[in-house]
């Protein structure tokens, strides 16, 4: 998963890095809030890690422009010395778990795979099968079975589809699925990820009537919604956040 730690101390955020990078996690590391909120302009995270104190702002005010802008995304506080009155006002704020500094490796990894699950954006290992709605996806085969058709995608188009339903209504930045579905490579213009997006919306015929609408966000990436029937013309389908980007 790709996990923001907001982490003014340099020595613990290199720990807390290496312990996110053995788990399987990506981490990018910030010293302060402000250039992580610049950033979520551009870039979405499935997690953020932030110290109490964020270099820049307390930890609730990063919570709340957190939320501002990307609505919905996991939070855990680090606390240096917790006391109970400090983790039930972090609580209030919007936090969705509290761990002491120094951390514990086992510990904090079994709480961000706990909270990741329970947000719903972590995909148990070796699971050859996902189901969304009616939307099946077989790793073994790389198809998706919908509605008795089945679709063949390229490992491409599947890795990027099965992305896209694992963030269902959260907008993903391009950055995401570069470093998700081309494994960072820097070689990949940004028009291959819209063929790519535009295949995947022509062969999972992802369209209002059959319950999903796959959005493109100007400058920023894309965004799968489900479309409930009484939305189906289109009139009640809830947009992404116009601070994040603008439809196209």
């Not at 855990?76 to 969705?96: C, F, K, N, T, Y």
Request: aromatic share 6%; with cysteine; proline share 6%.
């Amino acid at each position: 998963m790709r996990i923001a730690l907001i982490e003014p101390d340099l020595r613990h955020a290199e720990l807390v890095g290496r312990l996110l990078f053995a788990g399987g996690h990506a981490c990018r590391h910030f010293v302060a809030s402000t250039p992580f909120i610049t950033v979520t302009s551009n870039e979405s995270f499935d997690l953020l890690i932030t110290a109490a104190w964020a270099g820049d702002l307390p930890a609730e005010d990063v919570i709340a422009h957190t939320r501002s802008i990307l609505p919905g995304l996991p939070v855990i506080v680090l606390l240096a010395m917790p006391r109970e009155s400090e983790i039930v006002s972090l609580l209030h704020a919007g936090a969705d778990d509290c761990l002491a500094k120094p951390v514990r490796g086992p510990e904090m990894l079994a709480r961000v795979d706990a909270l990741l699950r329970r947000a719903g954006v972590c995909r148990p290992p070796n699971r050859s099968h996902d189901s969304f709605g009616d939307y099946v996806f077989d790793t073994a085969h790389g198809e998706v079975r919908f509605q008795g058709h089945n679709a063949m995608l390229t490992p491409k188009e599947f890795h990027l589809g099965l992305l896209l339903f694992v963030n269902l209504s959260r907008p993903v930045s391009r950055a995401h699925i570069l470093e998700t579905v081309w494994a960072r490579r820097r070689d990949v213009r940004s028009r291959t990820i819209d063929t790519h997006a535009s295949r995947l919306r022509t062969k999972l015929q992802l369209r209002p009537e059959n319950g999903y609408s796959l959005i493109p966000l100007y400058g920023y990436g894309y965004q799968l919604n489900e479309v409930f029937p009484a939305d189906a013309d289109g009139s009640s389908i809830s947009e992404p956040d116009e601070r994040i980007a603008e439809t196209l």
